[in-house]
């Protein structure tokens, strides 16, 4: 991860524990304020992020830096983000597979 993308990652999550910690965000029923606890890069474009709550409890988020725009956006991990997914990489290797050959004209194969 790059020294740019690396503090763009650290401030997004900063503004993001802090607009999860407003008041009057929707579901913030007991008043919640998250503080960002630990960074951990994944890639040169991904991270997990845990947050630490006030509760004593913590959550964590999947950030992915969206390189054209620039940006990042995140998800809060739950269980059922998780469900199958150690069977992503098989797909992803037979789609890769299945594309590879179409990447040349007929002649070239």
Same mark, same amino acid.
């Given at each position: 991860?790059? #020294?740019?993308?690396?503090?763009?990652? #650290?401030?997004? *999550?900063?503004?993001?524990?802090?607009?999860?910690?407003?008041?009057?965000?929707?579901?913030?029923?007991?008043?919640?304020?998250?503080?960002?606890?630990?960074?951990?890069?994944?890639?040169?474009?991904?991270?997990?992020?845990?947050?630490?709550?006030?509760?004593? !409890? !913590? *959550?964590? *988020?999947?950030?992915?830096?969206? #390189?054209?725009?620039?940006?990042?956006?995140? @998800?809060?991990?739950?269980? *059922?983000?998780?469900?199958?997914?150690?069977?992503?990489?098989?797909? @992803?290797?037979?789609?890769?597979?299945?594309?590879?050959?179409?990447?040349?004209? !007929?002649?070239?194969?």
């Amino acid at each position: 991860m790059d #020294k740019f993308i690396a503090r763009t990652l #650290k401030a997004r *999550a900063i503004e993001v524990a802090r607009n999860f910690s407003s008041p009057t965000r929707a579901l913030n029923h007991t008043g919640e304020i998250f503080t960002v606890d630990e960074i951990i890069p994944l890639s040169a474009q991904s991270a997990v992020v845990i947050f630490k709550k006030n509760s004593g !409890k !913590k *959550a964590i *988020a999947h950030f992915i830096h969206i #390189k054209q725009k620039s940006r990042w956006i995140y @998800y809060f991990i739950s269980a *059922a983000h998780l469900l199958n997914l150690d069977r992503l990489p098989a797909i @992803y290797h037979d789609v890769e597979i299945f594309n590879y050959p179409l990447n040349f004209n !007929k002649d070239e194969i």
